[in-house]
């Protein structure tokens, strides 16, 4: 993905974890990117590419306050160098500048568009807020609104902290209304700084450092495992039996991949990482979105093709580095298949076992995983003898009933619906099987 505007953002969001990044530029200066290295990304990303459809990917920061005459340069530079492969663009933003002309310009040229927004007002409210500290759910509700009036193809992403993880049926129930079909849930963990983060002025710590058991605590903010855990099971729960087909959770997908041994779209889940890197603004290509800190910087792209750096063995060394560095407790575990440990960056907890290395959220995976794995068996062997995922709703609802059967008395109402006696519905067609 590209940073255009680098670490810049209209927003002051108290969880950010990315504009603290101004440290390794200019504290002061101006993020954004300049004409040679827009034309050098996009010349050299499509040239790298040997499929013959190219997508990019544009981030922050918040890259709508580069204005549409950015994205115009885009288009065009684009088009210049597409050499006939078909090109598509997402845009992630926070959603506040969104307007008619910006609707306007994304539905035109089919850009997808992500927009933050963390729930209901309250929940949404907690944390992102703008620079004088005033809440924002209006503004991104008006940007909202305005690419539904547009019919600008948008989805949803929700950062799951220590606030909403609380509220998972609120949340999900809130994103339905919202518009959009496919949702991202990212748990938000960061830690207080260690003596590496101060050096380099940064208030939240980087990677943790391999083998050491004694970490910096998470901030007040970060989602805790357990409840992380039951906040994906409860929105599994109501999403496995109404909305399947209807809506799209992107942890649910990514894990049904899994259960299907097709791997892993999703770096998180993958049993190995380094193929999604980060651009920033000045041309200098990182190993991750989650590692721009300068011991994983690769390069720039005006000094060497991105090709080039992206194949290093420095960052082969980073993607394998995920799978060769799983605790033991991680390596027998059950579900390791789905897992495969997470997000490196999150890798600080220790194991029951006493070993380092363990993903903090492992406990709310496990938990999560485990609870999904009839369903996701389910699901799989429905799209193998090539069914639709969907029929899974019939199925749950069913045994649900099974369930409520088993607990009704005589005289009750029927749990069927029917409007009859449980003892002349249901009841009755039991007492004769």
Not at 43 to 59: E, K, R, T
Not at 236 to 241: I, K, L, S, T, Y
Not at 289 to 295: G, L
Not at 401 to 423: I, Y
Request: hydrophobic share 35%; net charge positive; glycine share 8%.
């Amino acid at each position: 993905m590209a940073k255009p505007a680098g670490p810049s953002c209209n927003l002051d969001c108290r969880y950010c974890f990315y504009t603290e990044k101004k440290q390794l530029f200019r504290p002061d200066g101006t993020y954004r990117m300049s004409d040679a290295v827009l034309e050098a990304y996009i010349s050299q990303y499509i040239q790298a590419q040997d499929l013959p459809v190219v997508d990019f990917a544009w981030q922050g920061g918040e890259p709508t306050t580069l204005g549409i005459n950015f994205f115009r340069k885009v288009l065009a530079l684009q088009c210049k160098h597409a050499r006939g492969k078909k090109i598509t663009n997402a845009i992630q933003t926070n959603g506040v500048l969104l307007d008619d002309a910006w609707c306007d310009f994304l539905t035109r040229n089919s850009f997808l568009v992500g927009v933050s927004i963390d729930g209901p007002r309250e929940l949404h409210d907690c944390y992102r807020v703008d620079k004088a500290g005033r809440p924002t759910f209006d503004q991104v509700m008006a940007g909202v609104e305005c690419m539904r009036k547009h019919k600008t193809a948008f989805n949803t992403l929700t950062v799951v902290h220590r606030q909403n993880a609380y509220y998972p049926l609120e949340v999900y129930r809130f994103l339905k209304t919202v518009g959009g079909q496919v949702m991202q849930f990212i748990p938000l963990v960061e830690r207080e700084p260690d003596l590496s983060a101060q050096r380099l002025g940064f208030k939240l710590s980087g990677p943790p450092v391999p083998g050491t058991r004694k970490q910096p605590p998470v901030t007040a903010w970060s989602v805790r495992p357990e409840p992380y855990g039951e906040f994906l099971k409860a929105i599994f729960d109501e999403w496995v039996r109404r909305d399947v087909g209807r809506f799209f959770v992107q942890m649910f997908d990514v894990s049904l991949a899994n259960w299907m041994k097709a791997g892993s779209s999703l770096c998180l889940f993958a049993e190995e990482c380094g193929r999604a890197m980060v651009l920033e603004h000045n041309g200098d290509l990182y190993a991750c979105d989650h590692y721009v800190y300068p011991d994983y910087r690769l390069g720039n792209i005006l000094h060497q093709p991105i090709s080039e750096l992206a194949n290093s063995s420095q960052q082969r060394r980073f993607g394998s580095r995920k799978r060769t560095a799983l605790p033991q407790y991680c390596v027998d575990c059950e579900v390791r298949f789905a897992c495969n440990g997470g997000c490196p960056k999150r890798r600080f907890a220790t194991s029951p076992r006493g070993e380092p290395g363990l993903n903090y959220l492992c406990a709310g995976y496990r938990s999560f995983f485990n609870h999904v794995d009839e369903s996701m068996r389910t699901m799989a062997h429905y799209l193998r003898w090539g069914q639709p995922a969907a029929l899974i709703m019939d199925r749950v609802r069913q045994d649900d009933l099974q369930e409520r059967l088993k607990s009704t008395r005589r005289n009750a109402p029927c749990p069927c619906g029917s409007g009859k006696k449980f003892r002349k519905c249901c009841g009755r067609k039991r007492s004769r099987g």
